[in-house]
């Protein structure tokens, strides 16, 4: 375990060691940061496609933002 992710500075390596992140929603990660900015917050993530209620309640304690 890499501890808690920051999700402003992750790379995509760092994300697809979540577990239940994979490849793909690992990039939709980086282009969500790279088109709307820096997170404000974790629950952000909520908007993200494949990102379902129950797939954020398994990762969000995986992340931080600072």
Known sequence: ???KINLNTADKQTLICIPG?????AER???YRNTQGSFT?????????????????????EL???
């Open 1 to 3: 375990n890499l501890g």
């Open 29 to 31: 990660i980086l282009d």
């Open 21 to 25: 992140v994979g490849e793909k929603l």
């Open 64 to 66: 931080f933002i600072d």
């Open 41 to 61: 917050s974790v629950e952000e993530l909520m908007k993200i496609k494949g990102i379902t209620s129950k797939k954020y309640s398994k990762i969000k304690e």
